[in-house]
T-cell receptor, first 109, second 115 residues
Framework: DQQVKQNSPSLSVQEGRISILNCDYT??????FLWYKKYPAEGPTFLIS?????DKNEDGRFTVFLNKSAKHLSLHIVPSQPGDSAVYFC????????FGAGTTVTVRA | DADVTQTPRNRITKTGKRIMLECSQT?????MYWYRQDPGLGLRLIYY???????NKGEISDGYSVSRQAQAKFSLSLESAIPNQTALYFC??????????????FGPGTRLTVL
């Protein structure tokens, strides 16, 4: 059973608008959450993270929100840019990382 | 130069063949990992190693083995490849100083096809 789920396999957004990516988890022992970004023919690269004791973390255009009671986190990208077109993986940590299936984001000009 | 390298980048092989995927890193990290990526399933952990003398099974270790030859090298072997091992394989590293949540750095991946 997948403990980390990204239910939207794809997202298309216009340049300049907001991208919202969602992630749900089932294991209440996860205490740290991360987002990775992946371009074709490359490995995933770390984007942003949040500790379970926080509900928001911001880094430039990227903000991650955590709702522990709902076991839900989201990544907001504002404004979206063409270079943001990639696959985004949500990951959750206990003693290891568990990854979601990924969401492919396409930013339209 | 890439900090985490994987060889080969692409490999096509036949059922029953033995295959080794290699990973090298110049980041000086103690921890190394092997993942596979399948469509719709994300990345799943195969094996991980927290130092040269430490090897641990991940969630999908059956059919795989690993060797940590040195701090910088971590190899993944498929003793007898089967078609459902066709996938994209990633090696990753992390620094123990940051604890288990520390950022992992990924290699570029190896695309393996088993016919």
């Amino acid at each position: 059973d997948q403990q980390v789920k990204q239910n939207s396999p794809s997202l298309s957004v216009q340049e300049g608008r907001i991208s919202i990516l969602n992630c749900d988890y089932t294991n209440s022992m996860f205490d740290y959450f991360l987002w990775y970004k992946k371009y074709p023919a490359e490995g995933p690269t770390f984007l942003i993270s949040i500790s379970s004791i926080k509900d928001k973390n911001e880094d430039g255009r990227f903000t991650v929100f955590l709702n522990k009671s709902a076991k839900h986190l989201s990544l907001h990208i504002v404004p979206s840019q063409p270079g943001d077109s990639a696959v985004y993986f949500c990951a959750a940590a206990d003693y290891k990382l568990s990854f979601g299936a990924g969401t492919t984001v396409t930013v339209r000009a | 130069d890439a900090d985490v390298t994987q060889t080969p980048r692409n490999r096509i092989t036949k059922t029953g063949k033995r295959i080794m995927l290699e990973c090298s890193q110049t980041k000086g990290h103690d921890r190394m990992y092997w993942y596979r990526q399948d469509p719709g399933l994300g990345l799943r952990l195969i094996y991980y190693s927290f130092d040269v003398k430490d090897i641990n099974k991940g969630e999908i270790s059956d059919g795989y083995s690993v060797s940590r030859q040195a701090q910088a090298k971590f190899s993944l072997s498929l003793e007898s490849a089967i078609p459902n091992q066709t996938a994209l394989y990633f090696c990753a590293t992390s620094d123990r100083k940051g604890g288990p949540h520390n950022e992992q750095f990924f290699g570029p991946g190896t695309r393996l096809t088993v016919l």
